[in-house]
């Protein structure tokens, strides 16, 4: 359908030259899928995911050791037409967006074989996985990707049938990349175009401390959980967790003026143009602009 809808474009497009590579690119695509669904058969389904999942984060743990190492190593968003985005996290897939939505495909994996393999070390590095792919996620300052997470996540649980269980088991092997996410968001001089490469390099290899240390204990979460058996213990805790965060959505709808205002000012900010985040990338982060 993809395919079909970028090669239907041509009838409006202003570069055919460039539309018709897209066409190209989307066969490529197609032909990999098509291929994939071809040669894979049941049995191997679960190794090809984690041979994915393992690759991915790979490329993601050599994007963020170079952002944690080596801040000063030049532009990070190579393709890009936004003046301000020189210090989003891109390399080394060249685009902060692609690089973002990657990071995204590896966490939805991992957070998959984290739950149901069957291996138990495979079941410990997949959690650990997701420790080294959120802050990669988070460094490219993308959000259409969190969208994207957030829609995997709710395919997930309406996938499974025992929901009650999933949602616990992702909440406890989300802990570790919460914590990550949090502490890489306090860095402020990673989350900004250093002025000094030396801060940041400090701050940096603070980070790649921590982060290594919460993916030790990461491992160690599905061992745990599997301990934990869904009852009225799990119950409660979603109850309470729900009951949160419908207050916290009616403070911000109170706080907006009430859904209609609330509406309205996402209509303005999403046409408003790009924000201007000065030296702190992290800003767009919390923008509505489309």
């Not at 993916?215 to 934990?228: G, I, M, T």
């Not at 869904?230 to 009951?243: D, K, Q, S």
Request: with cysteine; aromatic share 6%; charged share 15%.
């Amino acid at each position: 359908a993809l395919g079909a809808w970028v090669w239907l474009s041509l009838v409006w497009t202003a570069d055919v030259g460039q539309t018709v590579r897209e066409g190209e690119r989307v066969l490529v695509y197609v032909a990999a899928a098509t291929l994939l669904l071809l040669a894979s058969r049941r049995p191997h389904v679960p190794a090809l995911v984690a041979s994915l999942a393992a690759a991915i984060t790979a490329v993601c743990l050599f994007a963020l050791a170079v952002r944690l190492f080596d801040p000063g190593n030049g532009a990070y968003q190579v393709l890009s037409s936004d003046p301000q985005a020189g210090f989003r996290l891109a390399r080394p897939l060249g685009y902060a967006n692609a690089l973002a939505i990657f990071a995204v495909i590896g966490m939805l994996l991992a957070l998959g074989l984290a739950l149901r393999a069957r291996a138990p070390l495979v079941r410990a590095l997949a959690s650990a996985a997701l420790v080294v792919l959120a802050p990669t996620l988070y460094f490219t300052y993308g959000r259409g990707a969190w969208l994207g997470l957030a829609g995997g996540v709710a395919a997930l649980v309406a996938a499974e049938r025992d929901r009650l269980d999933v949602l616990v088991r992702a909440l406890a092997l989300g802990a570790a990349p919460a914590v990550a996410l949090l502490l890489a968001s306090r860095t402020a001089a990673l989350t900004a175009d250093p002025g000094s490469v030396a801060a940041a390099t400090h701050d940096g290899r603070r980070l790649a401390v921590a982060i290594a240390v919460l993916a030790l204990a990461a491992a160690c979460v599905p061992a745990a959980v599997d301990r934990f058996r869904p009852g009225a213990a799990a119950r409660r805790i979603l109850v309470v967790l729900a009951v949160l965060g419908d207050a916290v959505a009616v403070a911000v709808l109170v706080r907006a003026g009430g859904p209609a205002s609330a509406a309205r000012r996402a209509y303005h900010a999403f046409n408003a143009p790009a924000p201007l985040v000065g030296q702190d990338a992290s800003a767009r982060l919390f923008s509505l602009s489309g």
